[in-house]
């Protein structure tokens, strides 16, 4: 069975800083996809980011970058120049191939945004 | 274009009693899952419907189930409901099945049980 780890139950990062969310996770499949979920208070789950397993390019989404690291199984989430706005709950996500569309959740990483 | 809805946001129930949520996905999405988050548990998939069939289905008890109509819409039932059960209820919806599809998720249910 996958598993999906955050270790970082919370994280605090100044408005315009950089911060970045830690994610491992443990499959034994060579091929699948990774997700980044926010959930702010309005509980709505929103998809910040995602990146397909075979591709070797981190993916970019504006502010949002991930770097990952697939022999360690690694998936980091960095944003840059946080804005208040990116105040919430952060979850990493693991997807397999085929058919399903089951996804497998971390624990979540509350991100606060500070002025 | 309409997000994927869910309804009622919030429920009050009582132990041993049903409840029926619904969730109307995105136009034109076939796909329907449906998860679970709670504090202590955190997010877990419950089932996926496609097609009006069941087609994955986490490891929760038979008091959950769930069916979806030729519109795409779905509805998820637990019956005799225990405290346990007390839950945000998120479902998400996606174009087909698979992991190209990304998931487009509600703002939930909250569901409490006294």
């Known amino acids: 069975a996958q598993t999906v780890t955050q270790s970082q139950p919370e994280m605090s990062v100044q408005e315009a800083e950089t911060v970045t969310l830690s994610c491992t996770y443990d499959t034994s499949e060579s091929d699948y996809y990774l997700f980044w979920y926010k959930q702010p208070p309005s509980r709505q789950m929103i998809l910040v980011i995602r990146q397909e397993a075979y591709k070797q390019q981190n993916a970019t989404e504006n502010r949002f970058s991930v770097n990952f690291q697939k022999a360690a199984k690694s998936f980091s989430l960095k944003i840059s120049d946080s804005q208040l706005g990116d105040a919430a709950m952060y979850f990493c996500a693991y997807g397999p191939t085929g058919t399903a569309s089951k996804l497998t959740f971390g624990t979540g990483t509350r991100l606060q945004v500070t002025l | 274009k309409a997000g994927v809805t869910q309804t009622p946001r919030y429920l009050i129930k009582t132990r041993g009693q049903q409840v029926t949520l619904s969730c109307s996905p995105i136009s034109g999405h076939r796909s329907v899952s449906w998860y679970q988050q709670t504090p202590g548990q955190g997010l877990q998939f419950l089932f996926e419907y496609f097609s009006e069939t069941q087609r994955n289905k986490g490891n929760f008890p038979g008091r959950f189930s769930g069916r979806q109509f030729s519109n795409s819409r779905s509805e998820m039932n637990v019956s005799t409901l225990e405290l346990g059960d007390s839950a945000l209820y998120l479902c998400?919806?996606?174009?087909?099945?698979?992991?190209?599809?990304?998931?487009?998720f509600g703002a939930g249910t909250r569901l409490s049980v006294l």
């Open positions: 998400a919806s996606s174009l087909g099945q698979g992991y190209r599809n990304i998931q487009y």
